[in-house]
């Protein structure tokens, strides 16, 4: 962890704290795109698979990469950034986590690149398979923000803004 944290590049460093909070709190193994929305990298950097392993690799001894899929070296890497004393990057509770995730997936599906995805028709998300060129279908982002805002610090629904398409009547980002 000291590696981590006693990276030269601070910008380098909140990506990395970043990164170890989201595959930590995450309910399945991200992949690199998932990721790299999901943590708000540069957009230069969201689809450079090079860069995104960079990243990773920079978490230390702690995550790897396999198939372009974000995974942890072994169990005790996680439970030790879960260790009650490890204050340096998570919140107590994982509250604010999950506030976070939740409201940068339902970013991604508010956005109009998600909905070049559905190309118009009404389908399940689970059902979606189309990807566009620049912008990947993120399963994850699509199926699990929900997930994270139940499990969410209380102060949540000020981060949402019930004017967006998404909460509107008929709307094309909930083809349900």
């Not at 595959?23 to 399945?28: E, S, W, Y």
């Not at 698979?49 to 996680?78: E, P, W």
């Not at 409201?103 to 979606?128: H, I």
Request: glycine share 4%.
């Amino acid at each position: 962890m000291e590696q981590v944290m006693n990276n030269e590049d601070k910008e380098l460093t909140v990506y990395i704290k970043e990164i170890l909070r989201l595959v930590t709190v995450a309910f399945l193994a991200l992949t690199l795109g998932e990721l790299a929305v999901a943590a708000e990298l540069l957009m230069e950097h969201r689809y450079n698979r090079m860069t995104l392993i960079q990243y990773v690799n920079q978490c230390g001894s702690f995550l790897t990469t396999r198939q372009d899929t974000v995974h942890f070296v072994h169990q005790s890497a996680k439970d030790y950034l879960l260790s009650p004393g490890n204050t340096v990057i998570f919140s107590p509770g994982l509250g604010e986590e999950n506030k976070m995730i939740a409201y940068r997936c339902f970013q991604y599906v508010c956005t109009a690149a998600f909905s070049k995805c559905l190309d118009g028709r009404t389908l399940p998300a689970e059902k979606l398979e189309m990807v566009t060129r620049n912008t990947p279908y993120l399963e994850y982002l699509v199926l699990h923000w929900m997930d994270h805002g139940r499990t969410a610090s209380l102060d949540i629904a000020e981060l949402f803004n019930l004017e967006e398409q998404f909460f509107r009547q008929h709307s094309r980002l909930r083809p349900i």
